[in-house]
C-alpha cells in the first residue's frame, strides 16, 4: 500500500512539475494590438543604419552572393547542441516577412517570440536587442519592408531531442533573459550612453566577445573578456582594457571604421564583417561605441579566448 501510495505521489509530482513548467515556459511578447500604432510609419533611411549596426545581413542575407540586402536567410550556425539555420526575413509574402505585422516583427526582435507563438532560440540575439528602442525599432522595421523579397526557404534546424522542445527556451528565458532597461548612470556624458547602447544593444558586441556558461547564456562576470565565435571555431578576443587598454578611443573607432588596427594590420574573420555593417554608421556613433568600450572594466581573457589574439593585442599572460 505504501509503496502504491508513494508511485502515485511520484505520478502526481511529476504531472504538478509539468503543467508548472508549461505555465512557466510560455511565451511573453513585449507587444500586442495596441502598440501597433507605436511600431507603425517608421523612417526607412533611419531604419536603414539601425539595421547596419544590428548586424542584421550578417546572418540573414543568402550566403554566396553580395548583396547584403537580399535577405533569404540559409546561414548555418554551429551550435553546441546543433546547427541552426538562419530565416528568410526578407518581403517575401510565403518565405519571408512579408505578411507580418509590425507587432509581430517588433515580438522576433526584442522578445525572441514568433508570430505563432513560439520561442526563438537565443543564437537570435534577442537577448541584446530587448533593450532597442521603440523609434529605432520602428524604423528598422520600416527599412525591412523596402528590400527586395526574395524567394527561398531555408533548410530547418537541425537539432537532437530534447532541444528541439523549443518549450526548453522558455525556461531558459528564466534564468537568463534580462530584460530590464539600462542604469540610469547619471554620472556618465551622452557620448558614453550612446556608446552603450550602440554597443550592448544594437551591435550586441557582447554575445561574440564574452564566454558563455554550460546553458549558452553570456557569463555576466566575464563579460567582454573573451569568447568562442558564433561558428565554434576560433574565439573572439577580449576588448575590455586588460588586453586592449594600450589602444586610445581613436584607435578603436579607426578599427570600427576601417579594420585597421594600431599596427597597421587589418582584423579579419567575423570582425571584418562587422566593420562592414559597422562603418556605414555616422561617425559620431563609431566614436561613441570606443568612448564606450575604452571605459570597459578591466577583466582578465576567458579561457576560452586565451590562445586569440587581434593583431596589435599582447597576448594573455595569465596561465
Known amino acids: 500500500m505504501l509503496r502504491l501510495l508513494a508511485s502515485a505521489g511520484f505520478a502526481l509530482a511529476a504531472a504538478v512539475a509539468c503543467v508548472a513548467g508549461w505555465v512557466l515556459s510560455a511565451p511573453e511578447p513585449a507587444f500586442g494590438p495596441a502598440d501597433a500604432p507605436r511600431l507603425d510609419g517608421g523612417d526607412p533611411g533611419r531604419g536603414k543604419l539601425v539595421f547596419d549596426a544590428a548586424q542584421c545581413s550578417s546572418c540573414h ?59 526563438y532560440y537565443p543564437a537570435f540575439p534577442w537577448t541584446s536587442y530587448v533593450r532597442m528602442e521603440v523609434p529605432d525599432l520602428r524604423d528598422l522595421i520600416a527599412y525591412l519592408r523596402t528590400l527586395t523579397p526574395v524567394e527561398h526557404r531555408p533548410p530547418p534546424h537541425d537539432l537532437p531531442f530534447p532541444f528541439t522542445i523549443r518549450r526548453g527556451v522558455g525556461l531558459w528565458k528564466l534564468l537568463f533573459f534580462d530584460r530590464s532597461p539600462f542604469p540610469e548612470e547619471p554620472a556618465r556624458d551622452e557620448t558614453w550612453r550612446r556608446g552603450r547602447y550602440l554597443v550592448e544593444a544594437l551591435a550586441h558586441c557582447a554575445e561574440c566577445h564574452s564566454p558563455r556558461n554550460a546553458a549558452y547564456a553570456v557569463k555576466a562576470d566575464e563579460r567582454f573578456a573573451g569568447g568562442l565565435n558564433p561558428e565554434q571555431v576560433g574565439s573572439a578576443p577580449n576588448i575590455t582594457p586588460d588586453r586592449i587598454g594600450m589602444w586610445s578611443a581613436a584607435d578603436i573607432a579607426e578599427i570600427l ?22 562603418s556605414q554608421l555616422p561617425e559620431a556613433d563609431r566614436a561613441a561605441m570606443a568612448a564606450y568600450v575604452k571605459a570597459l572594466p578591466p577583466r582578465p581573457t576567458a579561457d576560452e579566448a586565451r590562445h586569440h589574439r587581434w593583431p596589435g593585442v599582447p597576448v594573455s599572460s595569465n596561465p
Do not use: C, F
Open 257 to 278: 571604421t576601417t579594420g585597421r588596427t594600431p599596427d597597421a594590420r587589418y582584423v579579419g574573420g567575423t570582425m571584418a564583417d562587422v566593420v562592414t555593417n559597422l
Open 61 to 119: 542575407a543568402s550566403p554566396g552572393q553580395p548583396d547584403r540586402t537580399r535577405l533569404g536567410g540559409g546561414l548555418a550556425l554551429s551550435t553546441p547542441v546543433g546547427t541552426l539555420r538562419s530565416p528568410n526575413i526578407s518581403p517575401h509574402p510565403v518565405d519571408g516577412i512579408g505578411q507580418w505585422k509590425s507587432v509581430e516583427i517588433a515580438n522576433a526582435v526584442v522578445s525572441g517570440v514568433s508570430p505563432t507563438g513560439q520561442h
